[in-house]
């Protein structure tokens, strides 16, 4: 799939992920210099012509987030003015999807902001993976290539034989998930009712199934702290659950999250590269990359195509 005409460039979040992608596409990864001055501005230069070239950049919005989002600013920029043909990003999470809409008076929709933003910078395309809520595609009046991680998560799941298996949504809000996850893997699914405090903490105040005797299986979009999931975990336990899996497409992993999450009732914690993350840490947690998954989307775009075809079990 080489061409002069299609290039792909790594930000500096997930440079790994990047590769892997080239890699599966059988494309060099462009050569991009990405450097700060003293003062913490941002600077980027492409190190050859993208003149009327197919230009994805690689960025995931993992922390520093902020660093990362204007650092992607100032690639679309340079991107723009280099005379690139589109501007296509690849990103395998989307930062700032939790403030999808106002939940109190005076709250801005910062994820509708940072679509302005971006568009406005000017990218043609975005590719992103599991967004927190599906609505947030309307925010873009650009094309939005939506995947999920799920068949990944669900394949590897199911190769376990996991005896007595129970789908669980942490909440109301990945109820949909949690049940495709059951229908696919042929298995009941309980559902926990929670309350929120503060930002990053969270009180279960109810479950709605059986899960005494059966081996839960979590299923989040994102991980952060890991509080809410060590709620979840401790919640289940005390309902008489075996020891549980935790399967999750973005591991955000704020502060001690790692550390919170090697638990001694979590069996397996399953998650994506779509962040990176440290290469020490416990084995109790399993990396599926989804680099074929965005090379195969890539190749669809630039090919023709239609990307459901990349859902076995049916798209988001």
Request: net charge neutral.
């Amino acid at each position: 799939m080489h061409s002069n005409h299609f290039k792909v460039f790594a930000g500096s979040s997930n440079p790994k992920l990047a590769e892997l992608i080239s890699q599966d596409l059988g494309q060099p990864l462009g050569r991009v210099k990405l450097s700060r001055f003293k003062s913490g501005e941002h600077y980027c230069l492409y190190e050859e012509s993208i003149r009327n070239c197919d230009v994805f950049l690689v960025q995931t919005f993992s922390h520093p987030i902020n660093e990362h989002f204007v650092e992607l600013l100032v690639m679309i920029d340079a991107a723009k003015r280099a005379s690139a043909k589109t501007i296509n990003l690849v990103l395998p999470y989307y930062g700032y999807s939790r403030q999808e809409r106002k939940s109190a008076p005076r709250e801005p929709i910062s994820a509708k902001m940072v679509a302005d933003v971006l568009t406005t910078a000017g990218a043609d395309r975005v590719i992103t993976i599991d967004l927190h809520s599906p609505a947030i595609q309307g925010f873009f009046n650009i094309n939005v290539d939506h995947l999920t991680a799920l068949d990944l998560i669900s394949d590897y799941i199911k190769k376990k034989n996991i005896p007595d298996p129970i789908i669980v949504s942490p909440d109301a809000g990945r109820a949909t998930t949690a049940e495709n996850l059951a229908n696919i893997l042929a298995a009941p699914f309980a559902i926990m009712i929670k309350k929120r405090p503060e930002h990053n903490e969270s009180v279960i105040t109810h479950v709605i199934g059986d899960v005494e005797g059966k081996t839960p299986i979590i299923i989040e979009d994102l991980i952060d702290t890991g509080t809410t999931i060590i709620n979840v975990v401790e919640g289940l336990k005390e309902r008489g659950a075996k020891d549980v899996y935790v399967c999750a497409t973005h591991p955000v992993f704020s502060g001690p999250a790692l550390q919170r999450l090697d638990h001694p009732s979590i069996k397996e914690v399953v998650i994506t590269d779509s962040i990176a993350i440290p290469e020490e840490r416990s084995d109790r947690f399993k990396v599926i990359s989804v680099s074929p998954l965005l090379s195969n989307a890539i190749r669809i775009i630039r090919e023709g195509g239609s990307i459901s075809s990349l859902f076995k079990y049916g798209g988001v």
